[in-house]
């Protein structure tokens, strides 16, 4: 993991020191233009150039949160330039490499307060790595989960992020590895999916990387 991180740092610092149109992948400009105005076209490429050398500022300081609001912002006016969508994947493999978390996740635990917390949109990639085993016991008329876990597997891995004055948890799936966009801000649970996990056995060692506090 560690030898994955530096060579993403290594590839990275190579990519934002080439500059605006000097990499094999780059365009110097938008390959659609948004107007046929052309002072207006004028200004939108100035402002993708100084966008960009700013973007890159940001990046070969690794302040990755800075740097990816500023190529996003750049692909909102210029969606196809692929120098841009280059450089933001770069980014979020970054994010999601420089800040991480380890922790254990228990199957006969209730929701584990991971010590997270995320806002809407922010990237994340959860990694589990174990076994473990859920025990179901009940007569022949089984258990129905409630309605809205239905489309949860026994036994996946699971999260829910907690929003303040959200009662209801809004779970969702995991599995051995899941890389998202957090659909709220708040604080994110995980814990094995079961009816009852108090006679489950066996533990997930846990990493999470993206951006959170």
């Known amino acids: 993991m560690a030898l994955a991180v530096i060579v993403s740092l290594l590839l990275s610092s190579s990519l934002f020191a080439q500059g605006r ?6 365009n110097a400009a938008p390959s659609e233009p948004t107007t046929q105005d052309p002072r207006l076209l ?11 050398d700013l973007g890159d ?4 300081k690794q302040d990755w949160a800075k740097a990816k609001s ?4 750049i692909l909102k006016l210029a969606p196809q330039y692929k120098g841009a969508k280059d450089k933001l994947e770069a980014i979020n493999r ?16 209730d929701w584990r307060d991971t010590g997270i917390n ?6 994340l990639r959860i990694v589990a790595e174990g076994k473990w085993t859920f025990v179901y016991e009940g007569d ?5 989960p409630p309605r809205e876990l239905r489309d949860l597997k026994l036994g996946s891995l699971v999260g829910y992020i907690a929003v303040p004055g959200d ?8 599995g051995k590895q899941r890389d998202f966009a957090a659909p709220a801000s708040g604080r994110l649970f995980l814990k094995m999916f079961d009816v009852d996990n108090s006679d489950n056995q066996g533990t997930m060692a846990v990493e999470i990387g993206g951006e959170f506090e």
């Open 118 to 123: 995320v806002n809407k949109g922010a990237l």
């Open 57 to 60: 500022e940001y990046a070969r």
């Open 94 to 109: 970054n994010l999601i490499g420089s800040n991480r978390k380890s922790l254990t996740i228990s199957a006969n635990g």
């Open 140 to 144: 022949a008329d089984g258990v129905e």
């Open 167 to 174: 009662k209801k948890p809004q779970p969702f799936t995991i």
């Open 70 to 73: 500023v190529f996003i912002e």
């Open 42 to 52: 004028k200004f939108q490429k100035e402002f993708v150039e100084k966008a960009e």
């Open 21 to 26: 149109g000097r990499g094999p992948s780059q």
